[in-house]
């Protein structure tokens, strides 16, 4: 009755799951799945969340730790290397400071005024613009609006947060003033000027100064990433430039802008250089399982899971300060490995290749997968499908949340899988979730974003989620290996099908929507 359940489907997403080898493992693949057990299982999390590893920091040596130990353990199943003749994909990730001393805004009309750093603003680390004219655009910058060689002024609705790394605006502010430093820098805009609320004092600017002045990482480095200087500016002393201008800056920025306001008679010189600290390139893991058909062994299921976390930062109560990331995501990582030892070991390999990577930068904000995807070691076209794993490891022992199911023919099969395979002991969920929009979390996002089909295997956030004490003693080592299983059956049907997966038209058109948001 399932089978014809499935027949009943729309004809796109019944091709993929009837195209299939089927759901039910031949016995092959069956003793294949057998091998990935909860005791393999715990001591590859026990490896990759040692102490010893210092909790994977993106870059750290314990990443590189790490990644030497996945493409060890990948070479031992003979998979080949997937990057050229090497393991390893290591992408520019190096550090930059701010160099206060050269942070500049000067506001000239007629007479000069120079703006103290520290006080008056502060910056984040980008560029030096030229003198150029004044417009403010309200609350954010219009599409199409002509602002090049414009130094560009916002309002900022902002408030305070404490991070790791001391004081810094509100998660949804600096969300909106990347993305408006971004579409500025499209724009040919000479620098952008947030305009803050009046509740940012002159000491809370001294604070988020300090905390600017720390080194940070630009992917790519800031050759491949030019922006104009950003500076946030607080109230009074923007109000100030709205006088040189002749306008009434409270009154101009009490209320919505419906055009942009030329500042008539300004000039600006903005300036936030950056100063280079390190080189540093961390790795992704690459290798691959050959396929055997002759013509889709150059097409790829591509599998991932992120190796890394987020180091070592404040102790807990206990005095712990490691971040070990067993769960987060050793848990995953470890699925990966098995999911590979156990596909290199089948007496017939599937016709399609499967491709393993092992990205790090994902709690960076995916950078390894991003990375990975826009410089790809096979053309991105041959990319059929993308599973990804993070976070397999905690939480209801018989259930697995599967998230992207509803955008391709994937998520039937996947239901049909774990359906047909009782004994793994699991129920395949969407996403419960979707006020916490994981889709955007994890790194099947840059793949979905290159419209490959993507499925996130994920169990769910916990109370030791980003602390030291997600430690591998509160692994479900059963789940993980249960869940690597049912990844390994996923795998093996796409990756020896005659078709490969396909979008639902429309969730195709759902995922354009959120892939440019």
């Not at 399982?289 to 930062?313: K, S």
């Amino acid at each position: 009755m399932k089978r014809l359940a499935l027949l009943l489907l729309p004809a796109l997403l019944a091709a993929a799951c009837t195209t299939s080898r089927g759901s039910e493992a031949p016995p092959s693949l069956a003793a294949a799945a057998e091998t990935i057990t909860p005791t393999d299982v715990r001591a590859r999390i026990g490896f990759l969340a040692s102490d010893a590893l210092r909790g994977r920091d993106t870059p750290s040596p314990g990443l590189d730790t790490a990644a030497h130990w996945i493409a060890d353990e990948l070479a031992s199943f003979g998979l080949e290397p997937g990057i050229g003749d090497g393991w390893l994909q290591r992408y520019p990730y190096p550090a930059v400071s701010l160099d206060a001393g050269e942070a500049t805004l000067r506001v000239a009309a007629g007479a000069t005024h120079m703006f103290t750093y520290g006080e008056d603003f502060w910056a984040e680390p980008g560029s030096e613009a030229e003198p150029a004219g004044m417009v403010y655009v309200g609350s954010e910058l219009p599409e199409g609006a002509e602002v090049r060689d414009r130094v560009v002024l916002l309002r900022l609705a902002a408030s305070l947060e404490q991070g790791r790394d001391g004081w810094r605006l509100d998660r949804q502010a600096r969300r909106q003033a990347y993305a408006t430093v971004d579409r500025a820098a499209e724009s040919g805009a000479a620098a952008v000027v947030f305009v803050l609320d009046s509740v940012f004092t002159d000491d809370a600017v001294t604070l988020l100064a300090a905390t600017a002045e720390r080194p940070s990482r630009v992917l790519g480095g800031p050759e491949a990433r030019p922006v104009p200087p950003a500076l946030f500016l607080r109230w009074q002393p923007a109000l100030r430039i709205f006088r040189m201008a002749g306008l009434d800056g409270a009154t101009i920025l009490s209320r919505p802008a419906r055009r942009p306001i030329p500042l008539p008679g300004v000039t600006a010189t903005a300036a936030a250089p950056r100063v280079a600290v390190d080189d540093a390139r961390p790795p992704n893991v690459v290798g691959v399982l050959r396929g055997r058909d002759p013509v889709l062994r150059d097409r790829y299921v591509v599998v991932t899971a992120h190796m890394d976390h987020v180091g070592v930062g404040q102790p807990d109560e206990t005095g712990d300060s490691i971040y070990n990331g067993a769960d987060d995501d050793a848990s995953g990582t470890a699925a990966l490995v098995e999911v590979a030892e156990a596909l290199a070991g089948l007496e017939t390999r599937p016709r399609r290749s499967v491709m393993f990577v092992a990205v790090s930068g994902e709690e960076k904000g995916l950078l390894g997968s991003a990375w990975f995807v826009d410089h790809p070691p096979v053309p991105v076209e041959s990319m059929v499908a993308n599973v990804n794993l993070d976070m397999v490891g905690r939480n209801a022992p018989d259930s697995i949340v599967v998230i992207g199911q509803e955008y391709s023919s994937m998520g039937p099969l996947v239901r049909a899988i774990a359906a047909d395979n009782p004994g793994l002991g699991l129920t395949v969920s969407e996403d419960l979730w979707p006020e916490e929009r994981f889709f955007f979390r994890s790194d099947h996002f840059p793949f979905a974003a290159k419209e490959i089909p993507a499925l996130f295997f994920f169990a769910g956030t916990h109370e030791d989620y980003h602390r030291p004490s997600d430690e591998i003693d509160d692994i479900d080592t059963d789940k993980v290996a249960r869940v690597g299983r049912l990844v390994l059956y996923l795998v093996h049907a796409i990756a020896d099908a005659e078709e490969p997966p396909m979008w639902d038209p429309q969730g195709l058109e759902t995922v354009r929507s959120l892939t440019t948001q």
